[in-house]
């Protein structure tokens, strides 16, 4: 159980392109979704929190007119990168949490190239 | 200074020792500490969680956590190649979760 997809797993774009990542929780209701950045050598820094319905939550630092976060429903939430340029490049990763749980289980995460 | 701090390591072991992976964290509101593998170009999964004081056994993996010192550790006994990969401690405070830097351990066959 407890099983998070994202899709798609690399892409790589052009700079100035927006890039939708989705985060699905597959076999539980995912009250809480978490996106995550990782960049080489470094440790996950949260980026967003998002519940079901409601605006996500950005960490301080994080443009939320850059990284738009929908979570529309209790197994979906996407993530999309506005006008990307090569310094956004890094490995996202979302995470989710179910009723009554604080554990997080991640997506095998989502690697993206901007040229 | 870092809510999660972490032995840099590398961690070199041969197969068959014990690892052990150490954390301490700064802030005493932190209410449950889990530790995750991630191995190289991929996401973290999760090993186990600890909340009470004490020791935690779940197969080859024993975590231990002691508030009053905010130490958390991790010790991997019987050590295999499979296991070489970095090791996150994370710290659960207000239903987010903060990483340390991670220690990576490579078992040497």
């Known amino acids: 159980g407890a099983v998070v997809s994202q899709h798609p797993s690399r892409v790589i774009c052009k700079s100035g392109t927006s890039v939708k990542i989705e985060c699905r929780s597959l076999?539980?209701?995912?009250?809480?979704m978490f996106w995550y950045r990782q960049f080489p050598k470094q440790s996950l820094m949260l980026m967003a929190t998002s519940n079901e319905g409601s605006k996500a939550t950005y960490e301080q630092g994080v443009e939320k007119d850059k990284f738009l976060i929908n979570h529309a429903s209790l197994t979906l939430s996407t993530l999309t990168v506005t006008s990307a340029h090569p310094e956004d490049s890094s490995f996202y990763i979302c995470?989710?949490?179910?009723?009554?749980?604080?554990?997080?289980?991640f997506g095998p995460g989502t690697r993206l190239t901007v040229l | 200074q870092k809510e999660v701090e972490q032995n840099s390591g590398p961690l070199s072991v041969p197969e068959g020792a014990i690892a052990s992976l150490n954390c301490t964290y700064s802030d005493r509101g932190s209410q449950s500490f889990f530790w995750y593998r991630q191995y190289s170009g991929k996401s973290p999964e999760l090993i186990m969680f600890i909340y009470s004081n004490g020791d935690k056994e779940d197969g080859r993996f024993t975590a231990q956590l002691n508030k009053a010192s905010q130490y958390v550790s991790l010790l991997i006994r019987d050590s295999q190649p499979s296991d070489s990969a970095t090791y996150l401690c994370?710290?659960?405070?207000?239903?987010?979760?903060?990483f340390g830097a991670g220690t990576t351990v490579t078992v040497r066959a």
């Open positions: 994370a710290a659960l405070n207000d239903y987010k979760l903060s």
């Open positions: 995470s989710a949490t179910g009723v009554a749980s604080d554990t997080q289980y």
């Open positions: 076999d539980f209701q995912a009250t809480t």
